[in-house]
């Protein structure tokens, strides 16, 4: 098997270019074309490739090191009868990098049809000249339609084979129009978009830097050449890093596997000069995903995590029977685990007394039912809860998706936790504060016959407000009921039960209903929930205040 000396390749005319990756050890096995090192020019960084299968003898460069074309990298032994660098075979020993890539200069965007003139005019930017590398990748857009540039600044990012590069602006302008996206595949000359330069910049059709200078020359002068204007140029790698998360600093190599496998390049830590991520990174990530995947923890910012629910065998206890669950039991549990871990939970109690209301209730019951209505605690209770949400808006909210907003509602919708044979259902009563008591008793009966029926329709059970769950007719003396979010609000209802009261003299005999208000401590705060729930209390200790 034959030792090989490896040798930096043709950079397309860059020199001393740095070295910011070693990709391989010593005794590593290699295929032909895998990373050896990552060099970075001005404008691009590249992988240089293996000219051959086989095992690396020796590296000669370390990061930070600076190389130039025939710079020796290190050595390795063929696997097979393969070629030299130094006696180039049928097949270059090394690919030519896309793009010609690592230049002192990139290639600008070519501009079409510039103009001569003192007035801005719109100029369409073609893909430049990429080296003979065909349909490269872009992989960044890195301005939008109304950004200013300046000449060289960076308007897309593409990624062939081995390399990456900024596709610079060819003159200074405002984008007017970006004709790719990511993903997109280029090829030289195709659209890149629009750019409106501005007057004192406008110059005759160039199409390299070079051209550009030469032809710079202000409007109105004749033959000589001049200096062009000094337009600071930008290290664009840097700028990207700094200003977008989703933009991450890593050679074709890295950004590959991470394609490969699916992993989302900014969500791993970097520990390369100027954070760029290397194949470490990206391995020290998948290893860490992997262990946390096997623990079944996932990350929620502490060192413990959510631990995974535990398979559990039950047959080994005891006979069991294993039946499917409902579409709905299925759909309410997966939205009781997202309010939980989302939401934020309070749940503040209090007992109204209602022995007033109860004797009201009992005095109209006969008439209720002669209109075909049943009186229960419920109507008042919706009634109650309509009122409290236009007496206390800061409940009558839900977040907005954007994190930024909150958004305000001028209407009074509340649902109704409903048990049936298939499960919880929550139809929504409309316009509660708009409606009699009769009528709040006849539709929540009717709403609660549909849903035990299964004939509520969808948007019957869309846009509450806030939410009633009455286990009163069930039992118990206090719940904490779990927020229907995008609500911030739901009033748990337990037993009514006649309790001891001190009036200042004596223990009274009180009708007393427990409640507990449960809210999302991030739309609302306890004062809010205090005010709400006092307010609540109030108004059905005194039924002549519900009924105004
Ligand atoms: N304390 C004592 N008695 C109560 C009461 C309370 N808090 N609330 C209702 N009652 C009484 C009613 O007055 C009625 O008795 P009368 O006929 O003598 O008046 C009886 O209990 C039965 O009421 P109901 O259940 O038929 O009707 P309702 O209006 O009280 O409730 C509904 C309607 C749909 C809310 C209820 O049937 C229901 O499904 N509740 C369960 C909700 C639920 O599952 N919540 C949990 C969600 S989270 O898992």
Redesign the pocket.
Same mark, same amino acid.
């Given at each position: 098997m034959a030792k090989q000396v490896i040798k930096v390749p043709d950079l397309g005319g860059a020199d001393q270019v740095d070295v910011i990756e070693i990709s391989v050890a010593v005794g590593d096995t290699v295929a032909q074309e895998d990373s050896l090192i990552v060099v970075e020019g001005d404008k691009a960084s590249m992988d240089v490739p293996a000219p051959l299968a086989g095992k690396i003898l020796s590296i000669r460069v370390k990061e930070g090191d600076k190389v130039s074309e025939g710079d020796v990298i290190g050595e390795m032994e063929a696997d097979a009868a393969g070629f030299s660098v130094d006696e180039p075979a049928e097949k270059p020993a090394v690919s030519a990098p896309v793009a010609e890539s690592v230049q002192a200069e990139a290639p600008t965007a070519t501009q079409v049809a510039a103009p001569v003139g003192a007035e801005p005019e719109e100029e369409a930017i073609q893909v430049p000249d990429l080296g003979g590398a065909d349909a490269v990748d872009v992989i960044e857009i890195s301005v939008q339609p109304g950004d200013t540039v300046e000449e060289g600044d960076s308007l897309i990012v593409v990624e062939g084979d081995k390399a990456s590069m900024d596709v610079p602006s060819p003159r200074a302008g405002t984008v007017v129009s970006i004709a790719v996206k990511e993903g997109d595949k280029v090829s030289t000359g195709d659209e890149l978009g629009v750019l409106k330069v501005v007057a004192e910049d406008a110059v005759a059709p160039v199409a390299t830097p070079e051209a550009a200078q030469a032809a710079a020359v202000p409007v109105g002068s004749t033959a000589q050449p001049v200096e062009p204007p000094a337009v600071p140029k930008k290290d664009f790698r840097l700028e990207r890093n700094l200003t977008a998360a989703a933009q991450v600093y890593a050679g074709p190599a890295v950004r590959k596997l991470a394609r490969e496998l699916g992993v989302t390049l900014n969500k791993v830590k970097a520990s390369g000069p100027r954070n760029r991520v290397s194949k470490d990174d990206l391995h020290n990530y998948i290893r860490e995903q992997v262990k946390k995947a096997e623990t079944g923890a996932v990350g929620v910012g502490g060192a413990i995590g959510i631990a995974k629910m535990p398979e559990i065998d039950f047959s080994q206890f005891g006979p069991v029977n294993v039946e499917p669950m409902s579409k709905i039991h299925k759909i309410t549990a997966a939205n009781m685990s997202r309010n939980w871990i989302n939401v934020p939970h309070v749940t503040q109690f209090d007992d109204a007394d209602i022995t007033e209301l109860e004797s009201f *209730?009992k005095s109209m019951?006969a008439e209720a039912e002669k209109r075909g209505v *049943? !009186? =229960?605690?419920?109507?008042f209770l919706l009634k109650a809860v309509a009122a409290a949400l236009r007496a206390e808006p800061n409940f009558n909210v839900s977040l907005h998706n954007d994190g930024e907003h909150i958004v305000h509602k001028d209407y009074v919708h509340v649902g109704?936790?409903?048990? =049936?044979p298939k499960g919880?259902m929550v139809p929504v009563i409309r316009d509660v504060d708009k409606k009699g008591l009769y009528e709040l008793?006849a539709e929540?009966?009717e709403?609660?016959l549909k849903?035990r029926d299964g004939k509520l329709k969808p948007n019957e059970m869309q846009g509450a407000c806030f939410t &009633?769950?009455? !286990?009163?007719? &069930?039992g118990g003396t206090g719940?904490t009921? &779990?927020v229907n979010s995008p609500e911030v609000g739901i009033l748990?209802?337990?037993?009514?039960a006649m309790k001891p009261v001190w009036n200042g003299k004596d223990f009274e005999p009180r009708q007393m209903?427990p409640l507990a208000l449960s809210y999302d401590h991030r739309a609302v705060n306890g004062g809010d929930a205090g005010r709400f729930m006092t307010f609540m209390v109030s108004v059905l200790a005194d039924v002549r205040r519900l009924l105004l």
């Open positions: *209730r019951k *049943r !009186l =229960t605690p419920v109507p109704m936790a409903v048990d =049936t919880l008793a929540a009966r709403m609660a849903a &009633i769950s009455s !286990l009163g007719a &069930i719940f009921p &779990i748990g209802v337990s037993k009514l209903l």
